[in-house]
């Protein structure tokens, strides 16, 4: 059987743990799972000790999404300037997915949702109305909820919502 694939797919460039980081990806998400594990021929880049036989690429969906993570080397590392947003649609999923996928990560990049994973991909972890609420038609609401959230490393939903209604 032949999957569909999809047409824009996040490719993750890691040194060597592409197969550990689709695992503990996959272990956090539903509907998730590892697809394909490729594997280093003998014709390959000489990069970062990577010889044949070790893990080359991971296909693995989160939540229906489809990802690949490759073993590159150490040539790259990752940045804020790429985050992934996880959609949450109550505490107790903000919770869930920010203890998870904090464990191990940086510390210091934690702030106004945001989190470092121990492989170092950013994540958002935010209430699914986050745009509303700072984005909504009335400005000292979106105010004061920008205000709150500037103080807070894990998102309170129930916070969030006390500073827009002021």
């Keep these: 059987m032949t999957r569909k694939i999809q047409t824009i797919a996040p490719n993750l460039w890691f040194a060597h ?3 550990e980081a689709a695992t503990f990806y996959t272990s956090i998400f539903k509907n998730s ?3 394909n594990v490729t594997r280093y021929g003998q014709e390959r880049h000489e990069t970062d000790g990577i010889s044949e036989g070790q893990v080359m690429t991971v296909d693995f969906r989160l939540d229906g ?3 690949v993570a490759l073993n590159g080397g150490r040539e790259f590392a990752f940045t804020e300037a790429i985050s992934f947003i996880v959609h949450c649609e109550s505490q107790e999923e903000i ?3 920010w203890d998870k996928l904090s464990e191990g990560g940086d510390e210091k990049a934690q702030v106004c949702g945001w989190l ?3 492989f170092g991909v950013s994540w958002q972890i935010v209430p699914a109305n986050l745009t509303e609420l700072v984005g909504g038609p009335d400005a ?3 105010d004061r909820v920008m205000k709150a959230m500037l103080q807070m490393k894990k998102l309170d939903m129930e916070a969030l919502r006390q ?3 002021g």
Excluded: M, R, S
């Design 140 to 142: 000292a609401a979106t």
């Design 33 to 35: 799972g590892i697809d």
């Design 65 to 67: 999404q489809h990802f």
């Design 116 to 118: 470092k994973d121990k």
């Design 17 to 19: 743990q592409a197969e």
């Design 163 to 165: 500073a827009y209604e």
């Design 95 to 97: 919770d869930y997915y």
